[in-house]
């Protein structure tokens, strides 16, 4: 049963991975976590800052680890993963959106608001 190789060792993704792709990968990813946490934990920055900057430190940090990690470029024997990636992240992008959507309108209709007429008792 063999795929064109007779060495496992041989193949095309084996070939990628090294040691210093993984651990720079995971730097990166950690610096990021606890340049978010920094922050969050310091109340240096306003909310509104605070949450452009941590979905920066995600983006950066979810790119590092689909290049670094997982080996996903533009590559022509790594091309099925890169296709897989693109279907993957518009179903990946709608179900955040919707569990944020849903998760804020069931806020929006069952927590009571101070001041609403009708509700005191």
């Known amino acids: 049963?063999?795929?064109?190789h007779d060495d496992p060792t041989l193949h095309p993704e084996v070939q990628m991975s090294t040691s210093?792709?993984?651990f720079t990968g995971f730097a990166i990813s950690s610096i990021l976590m606890l340049i978010a946490t920094f922050l969050v934990t310091s109340r240096s920055v306003p909310p509104f800052g605070l949450l452009m900057v941590i979905s920066a430190c995600a983006g950066i940090a979810i790119i590092a680890q689909i290049y670094f990690l997982l080996h996903i470029d533009i590559s022509e024997h790594n091309i099925w993963n890169t296709v897989a990636l693109v279907l993957f992240m518009p179903l990946f992008l709608i179900t955040i959106g919707l569990t944020w959507w849903m998760f804020s309108q069931l806020y929006l209709h069952t927590m009571i608001m101070p001041g609403m007429p009708g509700m005191m008792h």
């Open 1 to 4: 049963m063999s795929h064109g």
């Open 20 to 22: 210093r792709g993984y």
